[in-house]
């Protein structure tokens, strides 16, 4: 940071960078990607992708973040909670949240794709957006899911539950091309189907939660 | 078909064309894969993949329905079951199929490669994979699920238990990247793990059923 800004450098610049970044990464993958094809997207010079970024890798660390900053923003998991919300009324508003953010339509096409590109090539970014981004809700969503399951259930039960919720979520993301040719008529994972989605995944949660609560309590003798 | 059998055809040549397609679709995608790079790496000439599969279409095809096949037969989702089968053996026994069928760590690489690919850039043997594979596969889970949630239920709701049910399984393939790097030491996804995964899978669905059949049943006056 030591370095001069460059003089095509002003306040659009960094976001022009962001963004070009994200499609072109999007579009050929991070190894693939050449900065000389982001400079030229985004009209910029070199020298701005070094004195805002660093490098290649600190410019792709940095549309990760970008693209993960503007999701959470728009869709944050505490979104209309009081302070005294229910466990209940909190993990609607994560599962409300979570497919919120992956359903999102109006977020350009490159989010998910780059996404998705992460979740099979991973890059060391994902390590950092790992701890950053993920570990933070998985410890939210384990933190519900505990309270609801009672103090009889074990680690790995809580945990194992997270998952089995997250997993309902996201799979509307991963396998929406499946989806959208088993079931045309119903648009399952469009924007218009968020209710649906967001209602049934908290009501098929929260009775196998009530559930297994109810089998780990301790008879009475 | 009416083409006379190329000479190098012999019974390994169509076997050895649909792996070194399957490695090289997995690698560069369908549509940058060239039948000159199978030709090569299969050690096999034009003439025999006109001759067996028609062309480069029809043998992407066959490769996915090779993949498929493979898959369904080392799992398939009735193993071990009676006709005297209850629902929820039915159940555990779909949801076993489907984790060993995901986390098969015996099967290549360019399986789950070439299933991810499909996923996020899917061509037209996706529409005949669907119907030829996924439907059926759909169909038998949606009835185990409405057997299980009663006469009560109605047909979205039916279907989208089905899909959590689904989407808990499938998030292990889709999601591993990330659930390696949260919880490095609890190899989730790998095969000592399926066990547990089956075992929580089976008790979450049946949890969640079991408590919205119950909510589903007219009261008494």
Same mark, same amino acid.
């Given at each position: ?105 109006? =977020? $350009?096409?490159?989010?998910?794709? *780059? ?9 060391? %970014? #994902?390590?950092? @957006? ?59 994972? =469009? $924007?218009?189907?968020?209710?649906? *989605? ?9 009775? %196998? #939660?009530?559930? @297994? ?9």
């Amino acid at each position: 940071m030591s370095e001069r800004a460059p003089e095509t450098t002003n306040g659009g610049t960094e976001q022009r960078l962001l963004e070009a970044a994200g499609e072109i990464f999007a579009e050929h993958g991070y190894r693939n990607a050449t900065v000389r094809q982001i400079c030229e997207k985004a009209k910029a010079n070199l020298a701005a992708i070094n004195y805002h970024f660093g490098d290649k890798d600190g410019l792709y660390l940095a549309v990760l973040r970008h693209l993960n900053k503007v999701r959470s923003e728009r869709n944050p998991i505490n979104k209309g909670l009081s302070s005294q919300a229910t466990a209940e009324q909190k993990l609607r508003a994560f599962i409300s949240a979570l497919l919120h953010r992956i359903l999102d339509e109006d =977020s $350009p096409d490159w989010h998910m794709k *780059l996404c998705s590109r992460e979740m099979i090539e991973p890059t060391r %970014a #994902l390590d950092t @957006m790992v701890e950053e981004s993920v570990r933070p809700l998985e410890r939210e969503l384990e933190s519900i899911v505990r309270e609801l399951l009672g103090p009889a259930a074990d680690n790995q039960r809580v945990r194992l539950s997270a998952l089995s919720i997250v997993g309902q979520c996201v799979f509307y993301h991963h396998c929406r091309s499946i989806i959208s040719r088993l079931f045309p008529r119903e648009k399952y994972g =469009s $924007p218009e189907s968020i209710d649906i *989605l967001v209602e049934h995944v908290t009501r098929f949660s929260l009775a %196998a #939660l009530g559930n @297994m609560a109810k089998q780990n309590k301790p008879k009475a003798r």
